[in-house]
């Protein structure tokens, strides 16, 4: 059974570029960046609702993303998404004569696995399933507390920095209660 | 700001065709079907996870759509986000440089708004910016209890029909228990 989309993959040029427009004007937030090897990626990950708009830069010149890139510019790549059997969808694929990337599915970090279907199947569409498992979920889970725990640290630091500058502000005996008057 | 991915919209060339797939072999529900006049396209509904997979088929021969489709071959059309304000959302972009297709949002059934941004300020993605609206919620839940409403019609009728015919099959004081002996 199908979950839910788990994300768009969009190919872009420079990621850079890229984020200024879908983060910095659309207003999506940027969860991390990571360099997936595998199809020598640059990936950035944007949460939004349950899913998750993916932007590629392709690095090397001989990855699939930078053929397409190379062939159709800058666009949606493919959509995937997150199923709770992967094996059984592609026994129903082939059972339906749909044309498979992947006759089997690739084994990603963590266990999860991730299969291609082509997109003269799917009526012009590439369409990516993928199983996560609770190692991978685990893993996500601990890079998202990862960078919480960095925005809170950056947070008191800026905090420390403020109350720093208003003690240098205030002398003693200034005539202000303990904590300057703001709190009830 | 940004409440999630509404939907994905991909141009098919026939409606029941491409349900062959996305709904019978990758198994995602069929909500409903409707006829979008403004657009002349006939649209399926595939809800997955809290967004949807819109399958849109021009009707007309003048429509974007049907333009899209002659010029681009089937695939994916556009993505729609769903946010909180969209007029807030146009100053936005109209701010940071963005081509806009719409300038002010194109209303529609039930007080929705909608507007599109151009593929030139996106790099390559048509965008669709869409405000739900309290009737337009209130519409669709309507629209889905309806169904609901249908299908257990559909389902005590099933039922009643397969009573009808263990009804036929037993005749008094054969042996066998009120219920038929499968129930404890």
């Not at 990337?101 to 299969?115: F, H, L, Q, R, S």
């Not at 893993?139 to 720093?164: F, K, P, Q, S």
């Amino acid at each position: 059974m199908i979950k839910k989309i788990s994300h768009i993959a969009i190919v872009v040029p420079e990621l850079d570029e890229a984020l200024s427009f879908w983060v910095e004007t659309l207003g999506l937030p940027l969860e991390y960046v990571e360099h997936v090897p595998d199809q020598d990626v640059d990936v950035a990950f944007l949460p939004s609702g349950d899913s998750e708009i993916e932007l590629l830069e392709p690095i090397g010149r001989d990855s699939g993303v930078a053929r397409f890139l190379e062939r159709r510019g800058p666009g949606i790549h493919h959509i995937c998404f997150e199923v709770d059997d992967i094996d059984q969808m592609l026994v129903r694929m082939r059972e339906a004569g749909v044309p498979l990337i992947d006759e089997t599915p690739t084994i990603g970090t963590g266990g999860k696995k991730i299969a291609f279907i082509h997109p003269k199947g799917t009526g012009g569409v590439l369409v990516e399933l993928y199983e996560i498992t609770a190692e991978e979920t685990a893993r996500r889970r601990e890079r998202l507390n990862d960078m919480r725990r960095r925005l809170l640290r950056r947070r008191r630091v800026y905090a420390a920095g403020i109350i720093g500058f208003f003690s240098g502000l205030r002398t003693p005996g200034d005539g202000q209660n303990e904590n300057g008057g703001h709190f009830s």
